[in-house]
Nanobody, 125 residues
Framework: QVQLVESGGGLVQAGGSLRLSCAAS????????MAWYRQAPGKQRELVAV???????NYADSVKGRFTISRDNARNMVYLQMNSLKAEDTAVYYC???????????????????WGQGTLVTVSS
């Protein structure tokens, strides 16, 4: 099984910065994509940023120029550097990963997609 553990959330004033981290562990063969989502109170979960194994990032329009996603493939980690935070960035941030796990059969792999438990980011105005 694959598990994700996030860290780095907290309370910050508007205009400040936070860095979220997410570590993947388990029987991982490869991680094709790692992403950050967020869910604000009363709203649906939305994609914030995604980064593929080759390093290509994509961002929601609302965070472009302020957030940076990066990953460390050797450590199976993904980060989200958040700058110039706004009150509307307040949400629970979730890490997501999709890839392949090894099985007991050599050369056979199984797809996975997993979510972290979420970390709360609160931006005070």
């Amino acid at each position: 099984q694959v598990q994700l553990v996030e860290s780095g959330g907290g309370l910050v004033q508007a205009g400040g910065s936070l860095r979220l981290s997410c570590a993947a562990s388990g029987t991982i063969f490869s991680i094709d994509a790692m992403a950050w989502y967020r869910q604000a109170p009363g709203k649906q979960r939305e994609l914030v940023a995604v980064i593929l194994s080759g390093g290509t990032p994509n961002y929601a329009d609302s965070v472009k120029g302020r957030f940076t996603i990066s990953r460390d493939n050797a450590r199976n980690m993904v980060y989200l550097q958040m700058n110039s935070l706004k009150a509307e960035d307040t949400a629970v941030y979730y890490c997501n990963a999709a890839g392949n796990t090894a099985t007991l059969v050599p050369g056979r792999y199984r797809n996975f997609e997993v979510w972290g438990q979420g970390t709360l980011v609160t931006v005070s105005s």
